[in-house]
């Protein structure tokens, strides 16, 4: 008899593990009880059985009590500023912006995008060392010409002193401004109309940066 499925495609509890282990031992036959080893397998696989099921309902506890956290701690983003990966920024007069470069580049360059792609503003950032850097970006265009508030996206292009291009990745300070769930998922809804995971977040801010 095995102790996690049955007959049929599915699988079965300690209840019904134990049903059917007695069950057996009643219509046994007296004259060739079952076999020492067997009975003693047996008693253990129930014995393991009923151990994964008390340890499956631990853990159902405790991922219930986890996301409760996350649900609460998430709630008091609220209203701050968090860093997160991605190209998404908002400009609300300005726009404050962060990348990272594994080597010394020759050359980069910033293109700021409207939300239907177009590019707005063309920025030559020169020479940059290797590591992080920011750059704030004034909201106007290439003209001089203010922008209205509201969603862009930036793309980075670097090369080194030999022209070969230099991979550079992106980071965005952000305004929490609602949570969402989703397949149990405690997501934070920024003012750049993006949505990230709790564990996408790198720094929180108090306030404006």
Do not use: C
């Not at 990348?99 to 177009?118: A, F, H």
């Not at 590019?119 to 940059?128: P, S």
């Amino acid at each position: 008899m095995n102790a996690v499925t049955g007959t049929g495609t599915g699988t079965i509890g300690k209840d019904e593990f134990l049903r059917l282990f007695t069950t057996q031992l009643k219509y046994q036959n007296p004259l060739k009880p079952m076999d020492s080893t067997a009975f003693t397998s047996q008693l253990a696989q129930f014995s393991s059985l009923e151990q994964l099921v008390n340890i499956g309902d631990k853990l159902g506890s405790i991922l219930s009590y986890q996301g409760s956290l996350n649900n609460a701690f998430a709630t008091n983003l609220m209203g701050k500023m968090v860093k997160t990966e991605g190209n998404h920024v908002h400009l609300n007069g300005s726009a404050a912006i962060s990348y990272e470069v594994s080597q010394n580049v020759e050359k980069m360059t910033l293109n700021i995008n409207s939300s239907s792609g177009d590019v707005v503003r063309t920025i030559d950032l020169g020479k940059q060392p290797a590591g992080g850097g920011k750059y704030t970006w004034d909201g106007t265009d290439n003209n001089g010409n203010p922008l209205p508030d509201g969603p862009y996206t930036m793309e980075f292009t670097a090369a080194d002193a030999k022209g070969n291009s230099v991979p550079v990745s992106t980071e965005t300070l952000s305004m929490v401004t609602g949570i969402s769930f989703k397949d149990g998922i405690t997501y934070l809804v920024l003012d750049n109309d993006t949505r990230v995971s709790l564990g996408k977040i790198k720094e929180i801010w108090k306030g404006g940066v």
